[in-house]
T-cell receptor, first 113, second 112 residues
Framework: DGGITQSPKYLFRKEGQNVTLSCEQN?????MYWYRQDPGQGLRLIYY???????QKGDIAEGYSVSREKKESFPLTVTSAQKNPTAFYLC????????????FGPGTRLTVL | DAKTTQPPSMDCAEGRAANLPCNHS???????VYWYRQIHSQGPQYIIH???NNETNEMASLIITEDRKSSTLILPHATLRDTAVYYC?????????????FGTGTRLQVTL
């Protein structure tokens, strides 16, 4: 099956630890995105990547880092510098820049204790 | 991208049409209207999009007013599985990436 996978679905970490969230797609999409969602709120863009080895900051990039070494993978690291890391994290991809729709993964719910 | 305004919540009886409004009075000529929905604790799902003509697909219909300042998403026969948060998003197809700006959406509750 083609799609976007995120793992794990639930993740718990202690305060002060860095944590990396996985996002993999086998849709052969060029662009990939990371969003954050807080309870009762819409999605906010953290980082996006249009092509391998290139990425740009979104609206709330502080305290996060990404890499795009392979077309199918776009991992997100939540660093200890992120003040409020507990949230629902969603990864998405689209066929090319300016394309019509984004395809979303199932999300990872991160809880920092 | 233009800002959108949606009612925070709506109810609809199962089997009836659900009409979800969206205001986008500052939309510019090259901006499209997109609709996504998000079922609880899942990733958003694309529904439909349009520029100025009405659009229909297997999921829904999109009605855009002539002045393009508002639109309505229509689910013709709502089912319990349509209970979700529906997001109206306005964005252009130009630019370097298809960034989406999500507001808080409309929480649609379909009831028996």
């Amino acid at each position: 099956d083609g799609g976007i996978t995120q793992s794990p679905k639930y993740l718990f970490r202690k305060e002060g630890q860095n944590v990396t969230l996985s996002c993999e797609q086998n849709l052969n999409h060029d662009a990939m995105y990371w969003y954050r969602q807080d309870p009762g709120q819409g999605l906010r863009l953290i980082y996006y990547s249009q092509i391998v080895n290139d990425f740009q900051k979104g609206d709330i990039a502080e305290g996060y880092s990404v890499s795009r070494e392979k077309k199918e993978s776009f991992p997100l690291t939540v660093t200890s510098a992120q003040k409020n890391p507990t949230a629902f994290y969603l990864c998405a991809s689209s066929p090319q820049q300016g394309a019509n729709e984004q395809f979303f993964g199932p999300g990872t719910r991160l809880t920092v204790l | 991208d233009a800002k959108t305004t949606q009612p925070p919540s709506m109810d609809c009886a199962e089997g009836r049409a659900a009409n979800l409004p969206c205001n986008h009075s500052t939309i510019s000529g090259n901006e499209y209207v997109y609709w996504y929905r998000q079922i609880h604790s899942q990733g958003p799902q694309y529904i439909i999009h349009g520029l100025k003509n009405n659009e229909t697909n297997e999921m829904a219909s999109l009605i855009i007013t002539e002045d393009r300042k508002s639109s309505t998403l229509i689910l013709p026969h709502a089912t319990l599985r349509d209970t979700a948060v529906y997001y109206c998003i306005v964005r252009s197809h130009t630019g370097t990436a298809s960034k989406l700006t999500f507001g808080t959406g409309t929480r649609l509750q379909v009831t028996l």
